[in-house]
């Protein structure tokens, strides 16, 4: 069985502070871990996925997350968030070797103030 | 090149008619999902289709919800005898699937009304 976990409903962070967005997964075997944003109105939109290799991963619009293993933790995360990276944030996992139909998570509003 | 595509952008019926959502999968890609999305909620898996294969219907909420997929290509999505539960937002997605690892690609969505 796949579930993934955002424990956060609603982040709020300044304009120009660092973000996260946190993450947990829980798989049987190995993952496959997506991040999606969802802008008003909008479909979701890819950012990044991990795969296999480095652990941490760099994704559009300045973006990364970094795979932690031990912690079963696929947090988000920018340097310096802007105004406009305000939005609805999902998580998604895969089981290696499972069903081909992703797992999301419910969801994290982020909302940058200026 | 074009993106997924869906129609209608928005359906508003009333409670008892039946309503078709139409989905346009990037071309070569054999993945195509479907996904519901209700107001302040994440995203409901529905149905899932691999090429020639038989759907994955698991996620379907009831017997009123039905799919298909013609040609491997345009999806249809069927809501008979709409309730004012299914107001929610389809969404419909699709991937190249020679692989899990690949990302999927969303579509605008389906705003459904059911008065």
């Known amino acids: 069985a796949q579930s993934v976990a955002q424990p956060e409903d609603q982040v709020n962070v300044a304009e120009g502070n660092p973000l996260t967005v946190k993450c947990t997964y829980s798989v049987s075997g190995n993952p496959y871990l997506f991040w999606y944003v969802q802008y008003p109105n909008r479909g979701l939109q890819f950012l990044l996925k991990?795969?296999?290799?480095?652990?941490l991963v760099k994704g559009s619009y300045g973006f990364e997350a970094e795979f932690n293993k031990s912690q079963t933790s696929f947090h988000l995360k920018k340097p310096s968030a802007l105004v406009s990276d305000s939005a609805l944030y999902f998580c998604a996992v895969r089981d290696i070797g499972g069903s081909y139909i992703p797992t999301f998570g419910r969801g994290t509003s982020l909302i940058v103030h200026p | 090149g074009a993106g997924v595509s869906q129609s209608p952008s928005n359906k508003v019926t009333e409670k008892g008619k039946d309503v078709e959502l139409r989905c346009d999968p990037i071309s070569g890609h054999t993945a195509l999902y479907w996904y519901r999305q209700s107001l302040g909620q994440g995203l409901e898996f529905l149905i899932y289709f691999q090429g020639n294969s038989a759907p994955d219907k698991s996620g379907l909420p009831s017997d009123r919800f039905s799919a298909e997929r013609t040609g491997g290509s345009v999806s249809t999505l069927t809501i008979q005898r709409t309730q004012q539960e299914d107001s929610a937002v389809y969404l419909c997605?699709?991937?190249?699937?020679?692989?899990?690892?690949?990302?999927?690609?969303f579509g605008p969505g389906t705003r459904l009304t059911v008065l």
């Open positions: 991990y795969i296999t290799g480095d652990n």
């Open positions: 997605a699709s991937s190249l699937a020679w692989t899990g690892g690949n990302e999927q690609f």
